[in-house]
């Protein structure tokens, strides 16, 4: 398994600092990051590689606090405002274009624990197709799963994208749901996901900016006055950057171009 040293890292104080993170993003589907001192620094580092989306639960500007809420407790979807675990995950699963790119930074640790996870949907997509190509295989299957509530997607943990790379959605939580064909393997693809994971303590001003349809992510659970704030969006057009990964295994006949 890699370690959070083999990833990418910048310091957004650089005057270079956005072509090294575009870089990173191109080699690696992620960049590490340090000294994102306040918002105003990281809104100028996001809005000069993405269009920032707003969100349900952003600011206007687009910067969601990522900290306890009093009201968070009732459903899953608002996991991120407890105190509580979050599985490595893709953000915006359940809708039917997620946000290319993430950026979190840490403005405060937790006391104890929130320990950001992180996994390479390349190192794992080519992990099962090494070791599990009947589940590679199922995995890829149009419409063999189900991620969101009422008005979720449809989809497959794996797609071809269209320019013929791949891309991951997932999620292993409640709102999550497979078809019958994968249900015994998911066991097996959460130790898998648990193996692929890189664990990464990030201070006061560390942070990651990531390729959504490649790389999940999450933290563990923690407590203490734990804040971080996270801005979604995708990548300005000038910058050209490729959907999801190249695998080093050929895709299954189910991801393959007729
Ligand atoms: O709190 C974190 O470190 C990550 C938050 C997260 O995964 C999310 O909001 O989707």
């Known amino acids: 398994m890699r370690d959070v040293a083999d990833l990418p890292h910048v310091d957004l104080r650089d005057p270079d600092s956005a072509a090294r993170i575009l870089s990173g993003l191109t080699t690696h589907g992620i960049t590490i990051f340090q000294g994102g001192i306040g918002r105003e620094e990281l809104l100028c580092a996001a809005q000069s590689l993405i269009t920032i989306r707003t969100h349900r639960d952003s600011d ?3 910067v969601t606090t ?3 809420r009093p009201a968070a407790n009732d459903g899953t979807s608002l996991t991120g405002f407890t105190d509580r675990e979050l599985r490595p995950h893709t953000e915006g699963s359940a809708v039917c274009r997620p946000p290319r790119v ?7 640790p937790a006391q104890t624990g929130g320990r950001s996870q992180l996994v390479d949907g390349r190192d794992l ?3 099962i197709a090494r070791t599990e190509p009947a589940m ?3 995995l890829s299957k149009p419409r063999s799963a189900y991620f969101g509530r009422g008005s979720g997607h449809l989809g497959a943990v794996f797609q071809q994208t269209t320019e013929g790379r791949i891309a991951v959605r997932l999620r292993l ?3 999550a749901r497979f078809s019958p064909m994968l249900v015994s393997s998911i066991d097996r693809l959460r130790t898998l996901v648990q193996q692929q994971t890189i664990p990464v303590d990030l201070r006061e001003g560390h942070g990651y900016i990531l390729l959504n349809d490649r790389w999940l992510h999450g933290r563990t659970r923690f407590t203490g006055n734990r804040l971080m704030l996270r801005i979604i969006g995708d990548p300005l057009s000038t910058h050209a950057l490729p959907t999801g990964f190249c695998p080093a295994e050929a895709p299954p006949p189910a991801l393959r171009r007729t």
């Open 173 to 175: 939580d409640e709102l």
């Open 66 to 68: 990522i900290a306890q």
């Open 102 to 108: 993430l950026m979190l930074a840490c403005l405060r």
């Open 60 to 62: 206007s500007d687009g």
């Open 125 to 127: 997509y080519d992990k």
């Open 136 to 138: 590679l295989a199922a």
